[in-house]
């Protein structure tokens, strides 16, 4: 591929802004503005790496909006006059990559727009030694998209606690060394029986209310595992001793009582098993979760 600089020709490249309009230029200038996304080209100024520079050769007329800058303020001017580097480092930083690599680079990464921040897909590709051609495509709503769907996989809605998928790939992840780690399962007995005889959003509101003495406890990581199953994950490094009988049930006292809605109490009746898991556990954490629930299924049945 021939390099160009600016205001010459190539047959692969018309000129991002020529001396005079020509056929190849007016192309060129329909395609860019027939991008759906912002799209600008870029030309490296100043070789010093100390104080290099770009300079807006050209910006299709959906990036002028998102500026919302005269078309002459932005064309023909510094970028970082336009983007503060010091705010938009990252993006930035992978312009002057792409020249140095001579090589695209597709990423997304935050940019700093009207005090707001924005994530944008950049396609960055390398025309030359110092032109570079930026499409950038606002995934903002899709971000956020994907963060409710994250969300929505591994917490739960109602008491905004961590759910089972969250932590079976807890378990899945810590490492085996100088750690102690216990899980304890407490389960609402007759849970089906408050709700049919105090309703619904009451026994929602018990729900809630366990999750918020659970994180009360200040103990651990805080789960709900099933509409009426809770756990507490306790870590602990190797010279602590591990959860007892005795903190099981001091934590399941202070969980049971005290929950009430509309000035009705309500019953709160546990059954509890754990775990406990010492370093080096040689059938390793992610077997946890199934040893509690046998302890708490063994409870059950004592129930």
Not at 29 to 49: I, K
Not at 129 to 151: C, F, G, I, P, Y
Not at 165 to 174: E, G, T, Y
């Amino acid at each position: 591929m021939k390099k160009t600089s600016v205001g010459e020709f190539s047959p692969e490249y018309p000129p991002p802004f020529p001396q005079k309009e020509t056929t190849a230029s007016r192309l060129f200038e329909a395609m860019a503005e027939g991008n759906m996304h912002c799209y600008c080209l870029l030309e490296l100024t100043n070789d010093d790496s100390m104080n290099q520079d770009f300079l807006v050769r050209y910006a299709n007329s959906k990036l002028i909006g998102l500026l919302r800058l005269p078309r002459k303020s932005v064309v023909g001017s510094p970028l970082s006059s336009i983007y503060p580097f010091s705010k938009n480092w990252v993006q930035c930083g992978r312009y002057f990559d792409a020249l140095q690599q001579n090589k695209a680079i597709m990423e997304e990464f935050p940019l700093e727009v009207f005090e707001q921040t924005r994530w944008y897909r950049h396609e960055i590709v390398p025309l030359s030694e110092n032109l570079l051609s930026v499409t950038a495509e606002d995934v903002t709503e899709q971000k956020s998209l994907q963060k409710q769907l994250v969300r929505k996989a591994f917490c739960d809605d109602l008491t905004g606690l961590k759910n089972r998928n969250a932590l079976v790939q807890f378990l899945n992840s810590i490492p085996a060394e100088n750690t102690r780690v216990s899980l304890i399962l407490f389960d609402i007995e007759g849970f089906s029986d408050i709700n049919n005889s105090f309703g619904v959003d009451a026994a929602n509101n018990l729900l809630r209310s366990f999750a918020k003495e659970l994180q009360g406890l200040q103990a651990g990581s805080c789960y709900r595992l099933s509409v009426d199953t809770f756990g507490l994950l306790v870590q602990r490094q190797d010279t602590e001793a591990s959860v007892n009988q005795t903190q099981v049930v001091k934590w399941s006292v202070i969980l049971a009582r005290g929950h009430e809605y509309q000035g009705k109490n309500l019953p709160c009746v546990l059954s509890v098993g754990y775990s406990n898991a010492e370093p080096n556990y040689r059938s390793g954490f992610a077997q946890l979760l199934g040893e509690a629930e046998v302890a708490l299924s063994a409870a059950r049945q004592a129930f």
